[in-house]
T-cell receptor, first 113, second 112 residues
Framework: DAGITQSPRYKITETGRQVTLMCHQT?????MFWYRQDLGHGLRLIYY???????DKGEVPDGYVVSRSKTENFPLTLESATRSQTSVYFC????????????FGDGTRLSIL | GENVEQHPSTLSVQEGDSAVIKCTYS??????FPWYKQELGKRPQLIID?????GEKKDQRIAVTLNKTAKHFSLHITETQPEDSAVYFC???????????FGTGTSLTVIP
């Protein structure tokens, strides 16, 4: 759906560098989520946000930082990238929390050398 | 917390046959169960969902059944076509909760 966009689509960086993945949604959904997808692990939740200025940890938050100053944006920052963070990252949004469908962006394929 | 297990991890069927993917969950308070389809290199997309107040839901060739007592739910695809080949994820959540708990996915291959 065009309502949620991620940038960049592809990123290559080096260990130790900071990198920020962007996520923008136009639906005014209150909830936003960040997942990483690795072979054999499915979709693992990194962080989520229930509203602007409210964020909470998911299953695998270590090494990541998020912020949500505006409802429509939910950037994910890797402060000092490590090779284990090489993955495909998906952003998603939903109108509510657990009881509402989540809508995913196209993903960012991140490679850390 | 919730734990969702999904089986099988891979499934191959002949075109025209049916495919069934099963998920079990641990939290008896879970009451919303979506299914996502992810084609290679694409985003996960919602294909069907079911809430705990119904036992079955159907949308053309796909259906989902829910057994609350046994805490499992299943995706059924009939008359499979090559374009059904994808990875399918189940999830469970509470209406009052904040997040989904995903299964680890099933890679379905439909052989022409």
């Amino acid at each position: 759906d065009a309502g949620i966009t991620q940038s960049p689509r592809y990123k290559i960086t080096e260990t130790g560098r900071q990198v920020t993945l962007m996520c923008h949604q136009t639906w005014s959904h209150s909830y936003m989520f960040w997942y990483r997808q690795d072979l054999g692990h499915g979709l693992r939740l990194i962080y989520y946000s229930a509203a602007a200025d409210i964020t909470d940890k998911g299953e695998v938050p270590d090494g990541y930082v998020v912020s949500r100053s505006k409802t429509e944006n939910f950037p994910l920052t890797l402060e000092s990238a490590t090779r284990s963070q090489t993955s495909v990252y998906f952003c998603a949004s939903s109108e509510g929390g657990g009881g509402q469908p989540q809508h995913f962006g196209d993903g960012t394929r991140l490679s850390i050398l | 917390g919730e734990n969702v297990e999904q089986h099988p991890s891979t499934l191959s069927v002949q075109e025209g046959d049916s495919a069934v993917i099963k998920c079990t969950y641990s939290d008896s308070a879970s009451n919303y169960f979506p299914w996502y389809k992810q084609e290679l290199g694409k985003r996960p997309q919602l294909i069907i969902d079911i809430r705990s107040n119904v036992g079955e839901k159907k949308d053309q060739r796909i259906a989902v059944t829910l057994n609350k007592t046994a805490k499992h739910f299943s995706l059924h695809i009939t008359e499979t076509q090559p374009e059904d080949s994808a990875v399918y994820f189940c999830a469970a959540s509470r209406n009052t909760g904040n997040q989904f708990y995903f299964g680890t996915g099933t890679s379905l291959t439909v052989i022409p």
